[in-house]
């Protein structure tokens, strides 16, 4: 009778992912629980009950709080699809590990992305993205739009991230293509699965050059500190580049189109940005991973033991999903928190933006994302960019990702 009753009662529950509201807009459910019922039960694919957390401080606790378990393989684990599900039976990395084994193999790799080492990456970043604004400009827009996406949204954190893994230069191309066709939502399962398998035999293959030859990349740093001395395994050394390679790719893609089409929807904002682009970069780069939160279905959990979060019993092997995008949205913890608005005062007393998620897991990477950002909007704004910018359609006419995913862009048109 028990059965019965639990599985009338998640019949009943609303399934997550939520859809957006619109294309840019966060799905409406989640302003709502902050408001009514903050912590609540919802319903995944494959009609499993899970903890839905939406308000800002409830989110920070399932992000810190040691009872709370990132293992995949355990019971109760919230996979959002049947491909998540499946993915979960790989090869961990850090991402998906609890302490202390999460910081012993994320130390590994964290030199590569302190502020100290992306700082002296920032000339590569400047000059990359110049190059690749030169040649969009070299190529014009005479003959119709261009798709800033593929000419320069894609290939410059793609670059980026493989130059630090240590991918030959002239191998840049053919990797940003695979990537490319891995996350493009048009690309068939078949297709995105083979596009997978290449990047993989790639970087197994980088792995075996780099234990004969190493150089001053990650990859080598990996090779020789940790797999030749026998502290890690070659397959995890491949998983982790992978990891590396492609866990922030799309979302930074995602990120450079979604900061030009939010300038282009403030006009008056975009102006200021473009009197002088260094002084406000910083802070529309911030306010802009608040109010679009690009990766935004990742802090998943499962409860290793009975606790409570604001106020509700949770019980051992619920899983738990915590809601950076509905936390960045928080009326409690951001003024009018639905406005953009890039010359917001940030009150780090109230609570911090959750852009890049919060305490040990929070995304290694955060200081280069935000460096290739700023460069980024910079560059196609500053002195020497793309006078005369515009979206070659309507907004309502832009290709967004499917609603119930990552807010994004798959396309975007424009001309100068």
Same mark, same amino acid.
Request: aromatic content about 8%; glycine content about 6%.
């Given at each position: 009778?028990?059965?019965?009753?639990?599985?009338?009662?998640?019949?009943?529950?609303?399934?997550?992912?939520?859809?957006?509201?619109?294309?840019?807009?966060?799905?409406?459910?989640?302003?709502?629980?902050?408001?009514?019922?903050?912590?609540? *039960?919802?319903?995944?694919?494959?009609?499993?009950?899970?903890?839905?957390?939406? *308000?800002?401080?409830?989110?920070?606790?399932?992000?810190?709080?040691?009872?709370?378990?990132?293992?995949?393989?355990? =019971?109760?684990?919230?996979?959002?699809?049947?491909?998540?599900?499946?993915?979960?039976?790989?090869?961990?990395?850090?991402?998906?590990?609890?302490?202390?084994?999460?910081?012993?193999?994320?130390? !590994?790799?964290?030199?590569?992305?302190?502020?100290?080492? &992306?700082?002296?990456?920032?000339?590569?970043?400047?000059?990359?993205?110049? /190059?690749?604004?030169?040649?969009?400009?070299?190529? +014009?827009?005479? /003959?119709?739009?261009?798709?800033?996406?593929?000419?320069?949204?894609?290939?410059?954190?793609?670059?980026? $991230?493989?130059?630090?893994?240590?991918?030959?230069? #002239?191998?840049?191309?053919?990797?940003?293509?695979?990537?490319?066709?891995?996350?493009?939502?048009?690309?068939?399962?078949?297709?995105?699965?083979?596009?997978?398998? #290449?990047?993989?035999?790639?970087?197994?293959?980088? &792995?075996?050059?780099?234990?004969?030859? =190493?150089?001053?990349?990650?990859?080598?740093?990996?090779?020789?500190?940790?797999? $030749?001395?026998?502290?890690? #395994?070659? %397959? /995890?050394?491949?998983?982790?580049?992978?990891?590396?390679?492609?866990?922030?790719?799309?979302? !930074?893609?995602?990120?450079?189109?979604?900061? $030009?089409?939010?300038?282009?929807?403030?006009?008056?904002?975009?102006?200021?940005?473009?009197?002088?682009?260094?002084?406000?970069?910083?802070?529309?780069?911030?306010?802009?991973?608040?109010?679009?939160?690009?990766?935004? !279905? %990742?802090?998943?959990?499962?409860?290793? #033991?009975?606790?409570?979060?604001?106020?509700?019993?949770?019980?051992?092997?619920?899983?738990?999903?915590?809601?950076? !995008?509905?936390?960045?949205?928080?009326?409690?913890?951001?003024?009018?928190? /639905?406005?953009?608005?890039?010359?917001?005062?940030?009150?780090?007393?109230?609570?911090?933006?959750?852009?890049?998620?919060?305490?040990?897991?929070?995304?290694?990477?955060?200081?280069?994302?935000?460096?290739?950002?700023?460069?980024?909007?910079?560059?196609?704004? +500053?002195?020497?960019?793309?006078?005369?910018?515009?979206?070659?359609?309507?907004?309502?006419?832009?290709?967004?990702?499917?609603?119930?995913?990552?807010? +994004?862009?798959? *396309?975007?048109?424009?001309?100068?």
């Amino acid at each position: 009778m028990g059965s019965r009753q639990e599985s009338t009662e998640t019949a009943k529950l609303e399934e997550f992912p939520f859809a957006r509201a619109s294309g840019l807009d966060p799905p409406p459910q989640f302003g709502q629980l902050r408001k009514t019922c903050p912590v609540a *039960k919802v319903k995944l694919f494959d009609g499993t009950p899970a903890w839905l957390v939406t *308000k800002h401080h409830d989110v920070c606790q399932v992000a810190t709080d040691q009872r709370l378990s990132k293992e995949r393989t355990r =019971p109760g684990f919230p996979e959002l699809s049947a491909g998540g599900k499946q993915a979960a039976k790989n090869r961990p990395t850090f991402v998906d590990m609890d302490a202390p084994e999460h910081m012993k193999q994320r130390s !590994m790799v964290e030199p590569f992305f302190t502020p100290a080492h &992306v700082k002296s990456l920032q000339p590569y970043i400047r000059k990359t993205a110049k /190059d690749l604004l030169e040649k969009m400009k070299a190529k +014009g827009c005479a /003959d119709g739009p261009v798709d800033l996406i593929e000419q320069f949204a894609l290939p410059l954190p793609s670059y980026i $991230i493989y130059t630090i893994l240590g991918v030959p230069f #002239e191998d840049l191309e053919f990797l940003t293509k695979q990537n490319a066709i891995r996350t493009n939502g048009s690309s068939t399962a078949r297709e995105a699965s083979s596009a997978n398998q #290449e990047l993989l035999n790639y970087l197994t293959s980088l &792995v075996d050059q780099r234990q004969d030859w =190493p150089r001053k990349d990650l990859v080598s740093h990996l090779v020789t500190t940790q797999v $030749i001395p026998g502290n890690l #395994e070659k %397959a /995890d050394a491949v998983q982790i580049a992978f990891l590396l390679l492609v866990a922030g790719n799309a979302t !930074m893609v995602n990120m450079i189109a979604l900061g $030009i089409v939010t300038l282009f929807q403030h006009p008056e904002q975009l102006a200021l940005f473009r009197s002088n682009p260094s002084s406000h970069s910083a802070n529309f780069v911030e306010e802009l991973c608040r109010y679009h939160t690009a990766s935004a !279905m %990742a802090m998943r959990r499962t409860a290793k #033991e009975d606790l409570e979060i604001g106020g509700v019993k949770i019980k051992a092997a619920e899983g738990i999903i915590a809601s950076n !995008m509905s936390g960045n949205r928080d009326e409690d913890v951001f003024e009018r928190p /639905d406005e953009f608005d890039m010359t917001r005062k940030w009150d780090s007393k109230k609570g911090e933006p959750l852009g890049f998620g919060w305490g040990p897991h929070k995304c290694i990477a955060e200081h280069l994302a935000k460096m290739e950002l700023r460069v980024a909007f910079e560059t196609i704004f +500053g002195e020497g960019g793309l006078d005369g910018l515009e979206l070659a359609m309507g907004f309502d006419e832009i290709e967004y990702s499917p609603l119930r995913r990552d807010v +994004g862009i798959v *396309k975007l048109p424009v001309r100068w």
